[in-house]
């Protein structure tokens, strides 16, 4: 059983940066796969990036060159670093962690991109 927990959102103007945290209990946390995902306002929730247990990395375009996914193990901490914000960015911000066919998700954090 992993319990994960999002922080770091809030309101930020166009061109600002935020960094998500998303801390997870529980054990053997390192040989999960996790993932960032958001959903705006009557919109489906999407991947905006992606990190394996190995550390390799993948993210959507929209994001890319922009947003930087990472994580520490020793904290059991994944992060994700939000660069050049957009309005269009404002979404609650959703963790995943996953190995295999299981999936556990925080309760999500809200990102407000507005002047």
Sequence with gaps: ??????SGGGLVQPG????LSCA???SRFSIY???WYR???AKQRELVAAITSGGSTNYADSVKGRFTISRDNAKNTVYLQMNSLKPEDTAVYYCNARLGTTY?????TQ???SS
């Excluded at 556990?104 to 999500?108: M, T, V």
């Design 16 to 19: 600002g940066s935020l960094r």
């Design 24 to 26: 997870a209990s529980g």
């Design 39 to 41: 959903q705006a306002p």
């Design 104 to 108: 556990y998700w925080g309760q999500g």
């Design 111 to 113: 990102v407000t991109v």
């Design 33 to 35: 796969a996790a993932d």
């Design 1 to 6: 059983q992993v319990q994960l927990v999002e």
